[in-house]
């Protein structure tokens, strides 16, 4: 978690610690008082950074043996190229980069000094804050079963515990700091969920994570198999049905709109499935144990929550998470079979590993039918043929609303958290019809991500403006980056958050 790492805000003129970083623009172009380093050390850090042909452009970095007249060990000047340009989220990546670089020395200490000169078209305060973040998100790791390099709580023996960023003004940097914070800790809530394994966390024990954010002031209600068995919710119950561990439906309530608690919430939907064998549709043994990632849309719902409750957020949001484990046993549900769902429409199960849609028709009716949203997003690790098409790199984004669609790509260039726009179809939905039943759950081999969206779609009522975002690609075993070397992303809280303060939070203001 991100509270692993102490991140406090210091004045420029505060002794730094052994392990310091400067930034410098293009052209090594020093901030204030990195020129008083540069002028103790009698031009030695300029002759360095010359030597390695090192001209200060972004993200890259040169350590520097410090001389002694300077009274720290290390000095790393961090480059931050035509400064001027920069945006919030490539300040956020430079966070990332520069405690990478810090990394790769031991230390449990460092500073960070950010220059008015070099803080670009922003305040160096916060600029200081969104790199805060960025080193936030970099830190996380999970170790905790990891017994001999770590401590009984999983953090690294030897690792960093404590960042000092030096700035003009460090009360200002700090104001800025906590919503970011928020962010990145609702974040690495995500990641913790995604990577624990599927014996620790079954669907009773995710569901029971959601109570943590009751001291945030959410409000949280869970409903068990009886419940969901009176509300008729056929669809999702039949995916559990075959594991020993009962299926759960947790509901997420922040009322954080100020002077209108009788807003229409915004609504998140997580597909929870905490491990998928497929079922009786059994899946290839190959990799089957990254299925324990198959909640990662309840993750990135959780840790939206998280963030939007400890940033204290202007905005009605709900969020609910279907918890369910897909196993194949004597009592599993069986191609072939058919369902009714909350709804009233029948559904044949044609595949048993298209289970994730089940899960989803039930929660996104009962999400309408209670809550009555302006906007309802789900998010779900839902095909492998997302993944053919966009690869690792984008989420697969569908919507019956072309504002909302444009506000979630907005939210997506803002956060580098990328989602591309792909089509919802009448053949597509057509795809979908079954003889024997109202709908099937699989569509056939080809457009497999759309015909997905396609039967969501359906449970979807007239005049409810809906997105589906098929994070398959991107919650888990993703690309690493800048601020993220963890298996399990924390995908989706980044861009859901944004996608809240710019089009549902402000406005309300």
Known sequence: MSDRLEVTFAPLNAETESVTVALAGDGLVLGSRARELETKSASALSKAAAAADFKGKYKSTIEILAPAKLGIDRLIIGGLGKSATLTDLQLVDLGGAILGAIQNRKTSAASVIVDAETAGNVSADEAGALIAQGALLRHYNFKKYLTKKSGEDGADKDGLKKLVIHVPHPDKAKAAFQPLKAVANGVNVARDLVNEPANILGPVELAEKTKSLEKLGVSVEILDVKDMEKLGMGSLLCVGQGSVRPSRLAVMVWNGAKGNKKQKPVCFVGKGVVFDTGGISIKPAAGMEDMKGDMGGAAAVIGTMHALAERKANVNAVGLIGCVENMPSGNAVRPGDIVKSMSGQTIEVINTDAEGRLVLADVLWYAQEQFKPKVVIDLATLTGAIMVALGKEYAGLFSNDDKLADELLSASRATGEKVWRMPLDKA???????????????????????????????????????????????????????????????????????????HHEKAEK
Do not use: P, Y
């Not at 109202?438 to 039967?455: L, Q, S, V």
């Not at 809906?466 to 992303?489: K, P, V, Y």
């Open 428 to 502: 597509f939905d057509k795809m979908m019809d079954s003889k024997n039943a109202d709908m099937k759950n699989a569509g056939g081999r080809w457009a497999g991500a759309a015909t997905a969206a396609a039967f969501l779609q359906r449970f979807v009522q007239k005049d409810t403006a809906w997105s589906h975002i098929d994070l398959a690609g991107t919650a888990m075993d993703g690309s690493r980056n800048d601020t993220n070397q963890s298996w399990g992303a924390g995908w989706g809280v980044r861009l859901l958050n944004a996608f809240v303060a710019e």
